[in-house]
């Protein structure tokens, strides 16, 4: 029923023409599939790639965004601004978490403004090395969800994306098994959902796995019933890595 999703995190990499050249590579390079693509760009390269991608199936989202409308906020984008570009937007991703001192608060505030103009929030979670080594994985996921989520409707959280990516696994070629992140996914994400917002709800929502994905590994993740596909971040910087890793998960998912 989930449609698997493949989401790319360019994070601070590609000027606007160097972006344009990759999301003309990944539109030419992309079959029929089953799978709904998202790219994320830097903010500079949104009108460009969006430009490359109308009238293609590839969805274009953002990689942050402030909670206000306007303002006062030098160096923010809001989600009006996005709105003009983008379909989703990457909300708490670990780096904003440890870099720019984000909290479950302003994720929370975020994930509620993304939802009032209509944008879609892909969600992060996960947790640090030490948490887990602690044996706190499961503690951590939970209420980093929960406290995201205060305040919605239902109807609103069966329509969100989110991806777990345990934070030491990201960008460290040190992916989680795929039981792993099953285990996580299901129990964790899927179940505090399920508790807050009932067992319809947790069944709807699109979950991804995240942290050093590529094509050879991915089939590992996407097999699961509980992972309806990834957010990736370096092996989405190559459209021959992102196209590999968007043709095994619409083979794993037949
Ligand atoms: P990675 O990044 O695929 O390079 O590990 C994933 C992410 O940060 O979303």
């Known amino acids: 029923m989930r449609q698997p999703l493949i989401v790319g995190n360019w994070k601070m990499h590609k000027t606007a023409a160097e972006g344009q050249a990759l999301a003309r590579a990944i539109r ?5 599939t ?13 009108p460009a790639v969006h430009a490359v991608l109308h009238g293609s ?7 942050n965004m402030h909670w206000e409308d306007a303002g006062a906020f030098t160096g923010e984008i809001s989600p009006v601004m996005l709105k003009e ?31 009032r103009h209509g944008l879609t929030p892909i969600l992060c979670v996960g947790e640090t ?22 305040g919605l409707t239902p109807e609103q959280v069966a329509g969100l994306v989110i991806a777990y990516e345990p934070v030491w696994a990201i960008g460290t070629g040190r992916a989680a098994t ?9 129990r964790r994400v899927r179940g505090t959902l399920a508790e807050a917002f009932g067992a319809e709800v947790a ?3 699109r979950v991804l796995y995240g942290g050093s994905v590529t094509p050879e590994n991915i089939g590992e993740f996407v ?32």
């Open 203 to 205: 069944r709807r929502v």
């Open 129 to 150: 090395l030490a948490q887990r080594e602690a044996g706190q994985t499961g503690a951590v996921v939970a209420t980093q969800t929960r406290r995201a989520l205060e």
């Open 85 to 115: 570009w983008c379909r989703y937007v990457i909300i708490g991703h670990s780096e904003r978490r440890q870099y720019f001192h984000e909290d479950d608060e302003t994720v929370r505030r975020k994930v509620a403004a993304a939802l």
């Open 178 to 186: 795929g039981a792993d992140a099953e285990e996580v996914i299901q």
């Open 34 to 46: 089953t799978v709904e693509v998202v790219v994320c760009p830097p903010f500079t390269a949104l």
């Open 57 to 63: 199936p590839i969805q274009v989202g953002a990689q």
């Open 28 to 32: 030419e390079g992309l079959h029929a």
């Open 223 to 254: 097999c699961r019933p509980g992972i309806d596909g990834a957010l990736v971040g370096g092996a989405s910087l190559k459209a021959e890595s992102f196209l590999g890793i968007i043709h095994e998960t619409a083979r794993a998912k037949a």
